[in-house]
């Protein structure tokens, strides 16, 4: 596309430290790929961002992070959205999404759970009964599976609000995103360690972005396929495949994590009960398309009794 034409993109971004890095690495990425394009960051409010005491899950779910972002793009304030795809809703979205696409998901960062605490370095290794925060139902019940004597208690606020409450002694641990950590330049290994997903399964998405934009803008759609990492879509198209499959919502502790190996994609799924208690059933499957892998996973699921666990039925 010639760079007389590229001017300049609107970029709607949440306010929060890791939203608005997020979106600064985004468009400063994209400025590279198209010389003569500039990136404008939009700082908008969300609900989300507005609900920082109670769990999200009882106002409507991480789908309030996007709401009022998907809304813009659809009145035309924006050209496009930065989300953290784990928050994007795969079923019972809260704006209409007809006229909305996900043009591109860039290449995805670590997907893995991250445990901090000056107490332990893994899981296991926490004292008996120790206080650990997470906001997570899916989170809960892994954790509760593998321990059941933690305490899990719920917990808000943006990263470096999670980590000062416990820096503050408040917890004993927390868990949080290592891809929203690092990307805040917040990791420290002297009291931050990787969860094995063996042990905690990470969200379906959880690491990916997600670049939104309005469905007939072929501008913007073309600039952002620039940025597409096939791989990525490919993993994240399965854990999202599974989650629709699962009819998941935003009470559904599920848990689904894809990768590729020699062009098959292994999909691993870890389910809790609805209030984030265990059991929690556990499925892995191979297969060489997302949809295929995502089936194969849910019938494994199915048969251990999961729409029961998650729906009652």
Do not use: W, Y
Request: one cysteine or more; charged letters at 25%.
């Amino acid at each position: 596309m010639d760079a007389q034409h590229l001017k300049t993109l609107r970029l709607g971004t949440r306010g929060s430290l890791l939203a608005r890095t997020q979106s600064q690495l985004v468009a400063t990425e994209l400025e590279k790929l198209h010389p003569g394009l500039f990136v404008e960051l939009i700082i908008m409010k969300t609900s989300g961002d507005q609900i920082t005491e109670r769990p999200l899950h009882e106002f409507g779910g991480k789908g309030l992070f996007t709401k009022e972002l998907e809304q813009a793009l659809l009145d035309e304030q924006v050209d496009f959205a930065v989300h953290s795809f784990k928050d994007v809703p795969t079923t019972m979205p809260l704006v209409e999404q007809s006229r909305l696409i996900i043009a591109a998901v860039p290449q995805r960062e670590d997907p893995r759970d991250l445990l901090v605490s000056s107490k332990g370095k893994t899981v296991a290794d926490l004292p008996q009964a120790a206080r650990v925060g997470t906001g997570s139902l899916r989170r809960r019940c892994q954790l509760l599976s593998a321990r059941p004597d933690l305490q899990i208690e719920p917990i808000r606020g943006n990263i470096d609000t999670r980590l000062r409450k416990q820096r503050e002694g408040q917890f004993d641990a927390v868990v949080l995103a290592m891809a929203g950590v690092r990307r805040a330049s917040l990791f420290d290994s002297e009291f931050m360690s990787p969860i094995d997903p063996a042990v905690l399964v990470p969200a379906p998405a959880q690491g990916a972005l997600a670049l939104q934009c309005r469905r007939d803008d072929q501008r913007t759609l073309q600039l952002l396929k620039a940025m597409d990492d096939a791989d990525t879509a490919t993993c994240v198209a399965a854990e999202r495949a599974l989650v629709a499959l699962l009819q998941g919502d935003c009470l559904s502790p599920i848990a689904a994590f894809a990768t590729i190996e020699d062009g098959q994609i292994n999909l691993r799924a870890a389910v809790g009960g609805r209030a984030g208690n265990p059991p929690v059933l556990r499925a892995a499957a191979t297969a060489s398309t997302a949809a295929g892998a995502a089936q194969e996973t849910f019938e494994q699921l199915k048969s251990q009794g999961v729409m029961t666990l998650l729906h009652g039925n």
